[in-house]
């Protein structure tokens, strides 16, 4: 007898990642991580080349994680109880925990402080947040790889100045 859930390699595909959003669509994939925008894809593909330029097994990537967390009152977020976060990217590099959102469209209906309490469960546990803005109209395939360059690029310079920052330390930056 199998179990009733879904496995990756069944008709669903569910594999708790890009999955915490009923109506979301993933319609972008690189490897078996799969991508909401084209600019999340490029992204991902940048954030890909670094690792294996640097060849630093200290970071990891973890693209739209789905994680759970519970809030007991109302805040700028209305959901009260048990819910769902699916950050864009959760980094891990030289002990620097960071949550990393690439904000696009999809955010510019939402206040800043709805976005930073639907965050509030990182912060309190001390990760890092950053943002970054998606580009906006229609970019070439060139341009988009050339943004999610040098976006990934500062990404990792951050989490080199916060290492750096914590201990006074040196990284052959």
């Not at 109209?137 to 943004?147: A, P, R, Y």
């Not at 990934?152 to 989490?159: C, H, M, Q, T």
């Amino acid at each position: 007898m199998t179990d009733s859930f879904l496995t990756p390699s069944s008709p669903g595909e569910l594999n708790n990642q890009a999955n915490s959003h009923s109506n979301a669509y993933y319609g972008y994939a690189v490897g078996n991580a799969k991508f909401k925008t084209e600019s999340e894809k490029f992204f991902h593909k940048a954030l890909l080349d670094i690792i294996e330029n640097i060849e630093d097994n200290s970071l990891i990537i973890v693209p739209l994680p789905l994680t759970i967390s519970f809030k007991g009152e109302a805040n700028s977020h209305p959901k009260i109880g048990q819910f769902n976060i699916e950050p864009d990217w959760m980094i891990f590099y030289l002990g620097i925990n960071l949550v990393l959102e690439l904000d696009g469209l999809s955010h510019s209906e939402k206040s800043p402080a709805l976005e930073q309490d639907r965050l509030l469960p990182f912060d309190m546990n001390n990760f890092n947040i950053k943002r970054i803005d998606a580009p906006i109209g229609d970019l070439t395939h060139i341009e988009l790889k050339e943004w999610a360059r040098k976006e990934a690029l500062s990404v990792i310079n951050y989490i080199r100045k916060k290492f750096f920052l914590k201990t006074g330390g040196f990284y052959g930056l």
